[in-house]
């Protein structure tokens, strides 16, 4: 079985992490340091037509995503991760549901700057977060073409003023439908696009 095949077996049927118990996070990151090493894409923040689109979460370790499920009537739906490489930004999506009509959603964007081959620098600068139907949330895209063309949304709506919100990200695996990062504070992220 190749290293992927076995890390979408391991991480299946585990919430993106959040049913994972100990032993399960030690034998998916030990199978993520096998597919790590045999990164087919040695230099991924310059294969922008890789990196280009709207990846969707499958596991991670974040225990700031994997909070976002504890509140009480309220379940993590999809989360995406956008990244828009012409314009060095990335939007974090992440789809909450919950009693009939109160589906919602919080969503970062993010400037992010290359410094090396694989590592970027991420500056956040806006938060949005509210009703999805009050915002008129659709899709990922149509919310990204919404948040570029100047809206404004009704719920919280917010610049995040620079330098309070920052980190890095290294792209440690890319192929044409899986990516595996890790960020700033250990968190590892396993993400895949149609």
Known sequence: MSSKAELLEAIAGKNRGLLATETDKIAI???VARLEDRNPTPRPIEAGSLLEGNW?????TSRGILGLDR???VKLGSVYQCIRTKDQK???IAQFSSLPFLESIVSVRAKFEPVSGRRVDVQFDR???GL????GYKSPSNFIEQIEAGK???GLDFEIK???QQGWLDITYLDDNLRISRGNEGSVFVLTKP
Request: hydrophobic residues 50%.
């Open 127 to 129: 938060s949005i977060a």
């Open 71 to 73: 509140v009480p009537l």
């Open 56 to 60: 969707r979460l499958l596991y991670t």
């Open 90 to 92: 990335v939007y974090n």
């Open 29 to 31: 990151l030990a199978v």
């Open 162 to 164: 620079s330098g309070n």
């Open 152 to 154: 404004k949304f009704f």
């Open 132 to 135: 999805q139907s009050l915002i």
